[in-house]
């Protein structure tokens, strides 16, 4: 059982930055692949980005290649996604997820554990 707790949302104008974070309980952290979905309102949850185990393997949505950054340190058992350049059309429910079998990055049935979200505004 992996618990998974995302932090690091928060209100923003367009153009700036956040670091979000999700630090997850458990020995095992570096065995499961992770990745970055969101969810905006009265829209379905979309994948954002994945990395693998190590690190050394990270996928992007188009919209936010070039802007967003995904990476983790197994030693502090999280992974995170740095957010630049951030657009109204950003605002969301952010969630991460983690999964410790092969599978497709973006595919959410692919995941097994689920943080509870954390809200990302940006404003114009």
């Known amino acids: 059982q992996v618990q998974l707790v995302e932090s690091g949302g928060g209100s923003v104008q367009a153009g700036g930055s956040l670091r979000l974070s999700c630090t997850a309980s458990g020995r095992t952290f570096s065995s499961y692949r992770m990745g970055w979905f969101r969810q905006a309102p009265g829209k379905e949850r979309e994948s954002v980005a994945g990395?693998?185990?190590?690190?050394?393997?990270?996928y992007y949505v188009d919209v936010v290649k070039g802007r967003f950054t995904i990476s983790r340190d197994n030693a502090k058992n999280t992974v995170y996604l740095q957010m630049n350049s951030l657009k109204p059309e950003d605002t969301a429910v952010y969630y991460c997820?983690?999964?410790?079998?092969?599978?497709?990055?973006?595919?959410?049935?692919?995941?097994?554990?689920w943080g509870q979200g954390t809200q990302v505004t940006v404003s114009s």
């Open positions: 990395i693998s185990t190590s690190g050394q393997i990270t």
């Open positions: 997820a983690a999964t410790a079998t092969f599978g497709i990055w973006y595919k959410e049935s692919d995941y097994d554990y």
